[in-house]
């Protein structure tokens, strides 16, 4: 029996507090069915932060939240050791764990902080550890970082490093929701306070909420979700269209800094099956892999100054590779 239905549930249950950026909603839940992380940026105000919170409310779990600034330090997200005295006169270290020991870690305007503190949280999102006076301590199974990044024109940013940003499974651009929207935002505000009275009711009621290990099942159920190999090798068409554009035109390849590394290529391969189970699917098909595809290349093909010029950015970039890279008979 599938917990797809407690799934599907769930993102109900999120979707009651987010209006107009049902985006977010849905590349949040398939980052965690995907055991991946989710990068999101956009202006502030656009609902990013309350998404992952209205997550968490409806989980088992342990949030977390980590707001970036140009004073943070690697200890104030890892955690660090502490000297204690005991009793008998006696001193002792002790490891006290930072916020990134949690299920679900928000880390809020992540480009706001100096880059030492941005690759701090890269290591646990790789490694799923943390190392602190030279000892890895782990963390937990269930563990998910949703970043929130301002757009790189705003004043005190820091841009992350090509790098960096390639251990996000996929990277989200949300906009201004439309005005019918907003006044639905309007009038939810207005009943906020009516709102967390019933949620605090719902909790002393005992509210149901989704466990950790429905969430590894789902996985594991993605995990039996098969992949033909036509898909398998049009996903690699499109990932050595980027890294060897030219043999598809010189143009393409102006557009192009550099190519997709291998870790695109499992995001796809990851977030594809994720997307083929959450619509209902027990194959991948070509439309699984078309609504996943921007948001785990877009910010895995750096795009050159020249091109830049010409209003040419990566969502440009990856629609042509889909004009171009045919779906293989």
């Known amino acids: 029996m599938t917990v797809l239905p407690e799934i599907l549930n769930l993102k109900q249950q999120v979707m009651k507090s987010i209006i107009g950026q049902e985006e977010i909603v849905d590349h949040l839940m398939l980052s965690m069915l995907s055991n991946g992380h989710l990068l999101i940026e956009g202006?502030?105000?656009?609902?990013?932060t309350r998404a992952i919170k209205s997550l968490a409310d409806n989980m088992e779990c342990d949030f977390k939240r980590i707001q970036f600034a140009p004073d943070l330090t690697s200890a104030d997200i890892t955690g660090r050791e502490t000297l204690f005295t005991?009793?008998?006169?006696?001193?002792?270290?002790?490891f006290e764990p930072g916020p990134v020991f949690g299920n679900l870690v928000l880390a809020d305007e992540v480009n706001r902080a100096p880059a030492k503190a941005q690759s701090c949280i890269l290591e646990a999102m790789e490694e799923r550890q943390v190392t602190v006076a030279a000892v890895g301590h782990k963390l937990p199974k269930l563990f998910m970082v949703m970043a929130t990044m301002n757009p790189v024109e705003q004043h005190g940013t820091n841009p992350m490093a090509e790098a960096q940003l390639d251990r996000f499974m996929m990277h989200v651009i949300v906009d201004y929701p439309d005005e019918e929207s907003e006044v639905k935002v309007l009038r939810l505000v207005r009943g906020e306070e009516e709102t967390i009275v019933s949620n605090d009711k719902a909790k002393k009621e005992g509210k149901k909420k989704v466990t950790q290990e429905t969430i590894f099942t789902a996985r594991s159920e993605i995990d039996k979700i098969t992949i033909s190999p036509q898909m398998e090798r049009y996903i690699i068409d499109i990932v050595f269209a980027t890294r060897y554009p030219e043999r598809y035109s010189y143009q393409l390849k102006s557009c192009i800094k550099t190519g997709v590394s291998p870790r695109g290529s499992l995001a796809i391969d990851r977030a594809a099956r994720s997307h083929a189970w959450f619509t209902g699917n027990t194959e991948v098909q070509p439309k699984n892999i078309h609504?996943?595809?921007h948001s785990c290349l877009r910010h895995r093909i750096p795009i050159p100054d020249e091109a830049k010029k010409d209003n040419v950015t990566s969502d440009v970039v990856i629609d042509e590779l889909l004009n171009v890279v045919k779906i293989p008979e």
Not at 43 to 48: E, S, T, V
Not at 86 to 94: L, R
């Open 43 to 48: 202006l502030p105000g656009l609902a990013k």
């Open 86 to 94: 005991h009793e008998d006169g006696k001193h002792s270290y002790k």
């Open 291 to 293: 609504g996943i595809l």
